[in-house]
């Protein structure tokens, strides 16, 4: 099932570069879309273990993912193969991304297509993605996961999003490159719209980050980060 919402119209799709075949590079950010040593492993490092997944979804009937930045679509794809692996019977996953430049199905799928282990969600994926997306695209992928993209800028869809996330990945581009996705308001917002024990995980480890995430309410770690970068952050709301 693929719903959009008429009252919310986002960005056009931006430029993009194909770098070694199947990596996109943004033009509007100067920045790759992911790590450049494997994207993949990078989302279950950072994102996944960050968050304490998938220890915390069992027991939850119900587990709500935001994440700032779709792009491509790899978190989620890897996200669902592991939840697929995990879950238990009348859990519910909803995945809610917000993306000022939603990509084409095209695209979606020339990035994925890298990663052979998540060739069954890239192709589920890729078979309900619209051709021209915008307001808030939802698929029911299947009875147990939702995913819903708001396309637009972040601040204006974190904003209008109800609260109740249990976690979050912070993957927008480098914060030198593009800092109004990592700004103290837009953290607050984020902060507010979490439960109390909720989480985030960023590959991000810049000072100001930091900080922001701390001055939204954010108890803050530094860990260990992926493929050679010294230190990722991630946290918890009390």
Not at 165 to 189: I, K, Q, T, V
Not at 190 to 217: D, H, P, Q, W
Request: charged share 20%; glycine share 10%; net charge negative.
């Amino acid at each position: 099932m693929t719903e959009i919402d008429p009252d919310q119209i986002g960005s056009t799709s931006q430029p993009l570069e194909w770098r070694d075949g199947d990596m996109p590079y943004s033009q509007a950010f100067g920045d790759h879309f992911y790590c450049q040593t494997d994207g993949r492993l990078e989302c279950g490092h950072v994102f996944l273990a960050g968050n304490g997944l998938p220890e915390r979804w069992t027991g939850k009937d119900n587990f709500r993912i935001g994440e700032l930045g779709f792009g491509t679509g790899l978190n989620f794809a890897e996200t669902w193969r592991q939840w697929k692996a995990h879950r238990q019977r009348d859990q519910h996953l909803n995945f809610i991304s917000f993306e000022l430049y939603p990509m084409v199905p095209q695209e979606i799928g020339r990035a994925l297509s890298h990663w052979p282990q998540i060739d069954a969600e890239r192709q589920a994926l890729t078979a309900l993605w619209p051709g021209q997306p915008q307001g808030t695209v939802t698929l029911a992928l299947d009875e147990q996961t939702t995913l819903s993209v708001v396309c637009g800028p972040a601040i204006d869809g974190v904003a209008a999003a109800e609260p109740g996330f249990d976690a979050w990945y912070l993957d927008g581009f480098a914060p030198s490159r593009n800092p109004d996705m990592w700004s103290e308001e837009l953290m607050r917002l984020i902060c507010e719209k979490t439960l109390s024990g909720g989480s985030f995980a960023t590959y991000a480890a810049a000072g100001f980050v930091r900080r922001n995430l701390m001055a939204a309410g954010f108890a803050v770690e530094r860990r260990k980060g992926f493929a050679g970068k010294r230190e990722m952050l991630c946290g918890v709301k009390p």
